[in-house]
């Protein structure tokens, strides 16, 4: 997150800085004017006054300059930082060719603190330290000698900046990690709302309809009893979509697969028996949730071709980098070439709902079927899905 070409999960990143080099170019206006201010007031310790002016002029042109660079994320280049840094230091080396080697304060002072702090803003604990070390290092370069050492003063001001710039710089990291997270779970509120408004939308009409046409071919039979049915398994599959959209966890977040089947089997229509390990099995929300819908669409399916109260067996299993999820029913399985003939026909359910969304977590959905009934095996990986 440096501030150049963001994509779209670091506009929040990149806003925070904005922020932050805002409240920095205020920071850099009061030390320059601190800077003259006390340059002018210490006049008469320059043994070399114009060079001295030299370096108070070109640090006070450099901040108009930093100003002006720092205001858009597309100008804040590590060429603009890097210079940013170098003009703080040689302003701090140039001290004693202009004061002579008995000064006691550098010309730019607290000047340094913009160079700083900009590091530490853009490249956070790490720029914070680099900056550190690089003006710690100067500064004592110009004042410790053999016959000289480093006294307590002097310590003091190296010891303030090398904690300074790594906190500072961590603090801003936070800040932007903690905007990146409210955006996501602010758009993760939007999206729920959304899918409400559409399931709604589909409920008032889409499923009425499905629901409508189911009656009315039962009723007239014939030719328009595989219509009804039809109708009927799409409403289901509808219904099974929405309550599957009923639920958004933020990023990053487990969920108890365990848990979740056996509160899918409670819900869900029929007699359906779960076995799981016994203690929660965590996964990252995404793939419990995919997982949880494939398995209501492999019950879905138990439902509408073995019977509304054919009884079905879910058993989970969890392996160290892995889940597996058996679903199994005793009906007559599934006849050969059924499932291309609905594929051809439109009809995506195995296709989408269950192969699918395996699939997309990088997993595989094998499906064993006979006239002792069908058993769907779904092998998940948690290490490439996290």
């Keep these: 997150m440096t501030g150049t070409a963001p994509g779209v999960d670091e506009r929040a990143a990149v806003a925070v800085e904005d922020r932050l080099h805002r409240a920095l170019a205020l920071v850099r206006v009061v030390v320059s004017i601190n800077m003259v201010a006390l340059n002018l007031w210490r006049r008469d310790n320059f043994d070399h006054p114009a060079l001295g002016a030299a370096v108070v002029v070109v640090a006070v042109a450099w901040t108009g300059v930093a100003l002006w660079g720092y205001a858009e994320a597309r100008r804040r280049t590590p060429l603009l930082l890097a210079v940013d840094l170098a003009v703080a230091v040689g302003a701090v080396a140039l001290t004693p060719l202009a004061k002579g080697p008995d000064f006691n304060a550098?010309?730019?002072?607290?000047?340094?603190?913009?160079?700083?702090?900009?590091?530490?803003?853009?490249?956070?604990?790490?720029?914070?330290?680099?900056?550190?070390?690089?003006?710690?290092?100067?500064?004592?370069?110009?004042?410790?000698?053999?016959?000289?050492?480093?006294?307590?003063?002097?310590?003091?001001?190296?010891?303030?900046?090398?904690?300074?710039?790594?906190?500072?710089?961590?603090?801003?990291?936070?800040?932007?990690?903690?905007?990146?997270?409210?955006?996501?779970?602010?758009?993760?509120?939007?999206?729920?709302?959304?899918?409400?408004?559409?399931?709604?939308?589909?409920?008032?009409?889409?499923?009425?309809?499905?629901?409508?046409?189911?009656?009315?071919?039962?009723?007239?039979?014939?030719?328009?009893?595989?219509?009804?049915?039809?109708?009927?398994?799409?409403?289901?599959?509808?219904?099974?979509?929405?309550?599957?959209?009923?639920?958004?966890?933020?990023?990053?977040?487990?969920?108890?697969?365990?848990?979740?089947?056996?509160?899918?089997?409670?819900?869900?229509?029929?007699?359906?028996?779960?076995?799981?390990?016994?203690?929660?099995?965590?996964?990252?929300?995404?793939?419990?949730h995919e997982v949880v819908a494939a398995v209501s669409a492999c019950l879905d399916n138990v439902r509408v071709h073995v019977g509304d109260g054919a009884p079905a067996w879910v058993l989970l299993d969890a392996v160290p980098g892995e889940v597996v999820v058996s679903v199994r029913d005793d009906g007559p399985g599934i006849p050969a070439g059924r499932l291309e003939t609905a594929a051809a026909s439109g009809r995506l359910g195995v296709g989408q709902s269950i192969r699918g969304r395996i699939a997309d977590l990088g997993g595989t959905a094998r499906l064993d079927t006979g006239s002792w009934g069908t058993e769907w095996e779904l092998t998940v990986p948690l290490e490439a899905t996290s």
């Design 106 to 288: 550098t010309i730019p002072g607290f000047w340094v603190i913009g160079a700083l702090l900009a590091w530490a803003v853009h490249w956070h604990w790490k720029g914070g330290l680099a900056a550190a070390v690089l003006l710690s290092a100067a500064d004592i370069a110009i004042r410790v000698s053999v016959d000289q050492p480093l006294d307590q003063g002097n310590y003091g001001n190296v010891f303030l900046l090398m904690i300074g710039g790594p906190i500072v710089g961590y603090m801003c990291a936070s800040l932007q990690q903690m905007a990146v997270e409210r955006d996501a779970a602010q758009r993760a509120a939007a999206a729920a709302e959304e899918r409400t408004r559409l399931a709604r939308a589909v409920h008032d009409g889409v499923l009425q309809v499905l629901s409508l046409v189911q009656r009315r071919a039962g009723e007239a039979g014939g030719d328009l009893t595989e219509l009804g049915r039809l109708a009927g398994e799409q409403e289901r599959s509808l219904r099974s979509l929405i309550r599957q959209q009923d639920t958004v966890t933020a990023p990053g977040s487990t969920v108890d697969l365990a848990g979740a089947l056996e509160r899918l089997a409670t819900a869900h229509a029929g007699r359906v028996d779960v076995a799981t390990p016994g203690t929660p099995v965590p996964v990252p929300a995404h793939v419990g």
